[in-house]
């Protein structure tokens, strides 16, 4: 069964360091996100992302924040400098069309510390 | 700004019993989903409700939406232990460009006691 892959599994950085989270999304799905759950917490919206361009951003999601899809199989979320707060769980997710009955699938998620 | 409030956050339950999981959200939706997460792990899709008296079932679990009232329901029927996990509900708007944007509630810890 295709499933979302997200690499690294675990990324540990130094504070005001860039750190680049990859996803490789469900082939045939053209609607991606990211979400970022802080330990112990509910799960938080970052950004959607269709045909090349942001479609909805969270609050959350500023000037830090960027995503990319650089071929046709990857989507990444560059963080440009790292802060403590930054430390959580990133989920990326994807689905085949945003406005139909389709779910979300997530990947197993990429857990980021900031030293 | 939307707002989804889950009810009880934790629920500690014995095997064998029933018990429900409110979610409650503040403005229109257009799509409900339930969630599975189980420690250290990534989200398991389990339900998407798409209209008013909508009901899904799938073995100990139903999950039920009444837009009118803004809540959905999470039914668990005889637990067992396998269970134990985090269920979160999440509301889905589109925004004026038709995307989606979901917003998570806050999370019930659900431990089955043998």
């Known amino acids: 069964e295709p499933e979302v892959t997200q690499t690294p599994s675990h990324q540990v950085t130094q504070m005001g360091q860039e750190v680049i989270l990859r996803c490789v999304p469900i082939s045939n799905h053209l609607y991606f996100y990211w979400y970022r759950q802080i330990l112990g917490q509910k799960v938080e919206f970052l950004v959607s992302?269709?045909?090349?361009?942001?479609?909805?951003k969270s609050e959350i999601f500023d000037d830090q924040f960027s995503v990319e899809r650089p071929d046709g199989s990857n989507f990444t979320l560059k963080i440009r400098s790292t802060k403590l707060e930054d430390s959580a769980m990133y989920f990326c997710?994807?689905?085949?069309?945003?406005?139909?009955?389709?779910?979300?699938?997530f990947g197993p998620g990429t857990r980021l510390t900031v030293l | 700004e939307l707002k989804v409030e889950q009810n009880p956050l934790f629920l500690s339950m014995q095997e064998g019993k029933n018990y429900t999981i409110y979610c409650n959200y503040s403005?229109?939706?257009?799509?409900l989903y339930w969630y599975r997460q189980d420690p250290g792990k990534s989200l398991e899709s389990l339900f998407v409700l798409l209209s008013n008296g909508a009901v899904k079932q799938e073995g100990r679990l139903m999950a039920s939406l009444d837009t009118k009232a803004r809540l959905s329901t999470l039914h668990i029927t005889a637990a067992v232990h396998d269970l134990s996990a985090t269920y979160f509900c999440a509301v889905d708007v589109l925004n004026s460009g038709g995307y989606q944007k979901v917003t998570f509630g806050t999370g019930t810890k659900l431990q089955v006691i043998p």
């Open positions: 997710a994807s689905s085949e069309i945003a406005t139909s009955t389709d779910t979300q699938y």
């Open positions: 403005t229109t939706s257009d799509r």
């Open positions: 992302f269709y045909n090349n361009e942001i479609s909805e």
